[in-house]
């Protein structure tokens, strides 16, 4: 049974924005994050929040992108504005244990993923 679900991937024009959701189970609020992958390239990660939302970003995404829960709905967002075709991806959202979040915007500590949703960005 998948734990994490992806939703809210679309293409938009350069300049545009989306709002990516990710549904999840109520022990998952740890730590979690959004990654995402282009194609041809490795997966990097984009944000990562804790339970005490606290956040880490990517510089790519710095004042661009946002990333937000609530624990009422048990769902994470991305808020991706200012979008540019380089953001195009498939965009992933993993959850993991809450020692060592933030220390690194990496995958180490994240164990469950959901299956993604894709961002195309048009020039």
């Known amino acids: 049974q998948r734990q994490l679900v992806e939703s809210g991937g679309g293409s938009v024009q350069a300049g545009g924005s989306l709002t990516l959701s990710c549904a999840y189970s109520?022990?998952?609020?740890?730590?979690m994050g959004w990654f995402r992958q282009a194609s041809g390239k490795a997966r990097e990660g984009v944000a990562i929040i804790k339970s005490s939302d606290a956040t880490r970003y990517a510089d790519s995404v710095k004042g661009r992108f946002t990333i937000s829960k609530d624990i009422g709905k048990s769902t994470l967002y991305l808020l991706l504005t200012n979008l540019r075709p380089e953001d195009t991806a498939r965009y992933y959202c993993?959850?993991?244990?809450?020692?060592?979040?933030?220390?690194?915007?990496?995958?180490?500590?994240?164990?469950?993923w959901g299956q993604g949703t894709q961002v195309t960005v048009s020039s």
């Open positions: 993993a959850a993991g244990r809450s020692g060592q979040c933030l220390t690194a915007l990496d995958d180490s500590i994240f164990g469950t």
């Open positions: 109520a022990n998952l609020e740890g730590c």
